[in-house]
């Protein structure tokens, strides 16, 4: 069974091919840390909802029904990109996650390893939403001596760029010393500093990770 998906200017229009049973498995993965979400899957009901509304939607095989991801939970997932594989019968769906994906709080459903050490948590910088969702929280507090993260967006942009400027310069001393541990150390700080200054700005760590994609793109 194949079905064309239909999107604006020609956009998702290549033929899914849907199972005998009329879905697709979908695989849901946090655009900012590349973080495999969920898999869930959709019939064309539902691929077409999420490519005109910029939202996730899956089809529920347990109820029979629609459903749109954060409906009552307040966890929506805006959509970043949806590809298909090659033999177009599975879709990886990028999102922007409103919150968590898993029905238990947890970030992914993928929380509970068989085997070594495959947590969610060990994805290359998949804590950075979360360090950016503290500082977020830490930005809203009214009592800036409440955390450093508070006192230093309520010093303002000169104090922030300093800091930034600062630990750069760590950085540096310690890579050209050969410190490696003390490299990573400073590292983190650097990085750390950074998304509070993007915080002050506005700037999300997708819409950084959403750059250095479309470098990787022009590159070819």
Known sequence: MSVTAGGQDGEGSDR???????????????????????????????????????????????????????????NTQEIAGVATDCDRDAIVVSVVPAGPACHTGEISCFHDPLQGDVGSDNAPFAMLPDLEEIIAARAADADPESSYTASLLAKGIDTMCKKVGEEATEVAIAAKGGERDQLVYESADLLYHLMVLWQSQGISVAEVAEELASRRREAG
Do not use: C, Y
């Open 16 to 74: 899914i091919r849907f199972g005998d049973d009329g879905l697709v498995p979908a695989i849901v993965q946090d655009a900012a840390t590349g973080r495999v979400l969920t898999l869930a899957w959709m019939n064309a009901e539902s691929l077409e909802r999420t490519l005109e509304t910029g939202e996730t939607w899956f089809w529920s095989r347990s109820r029979g029904e629609l459903w749109h991801k954060g409906a009552t939970s307040g």
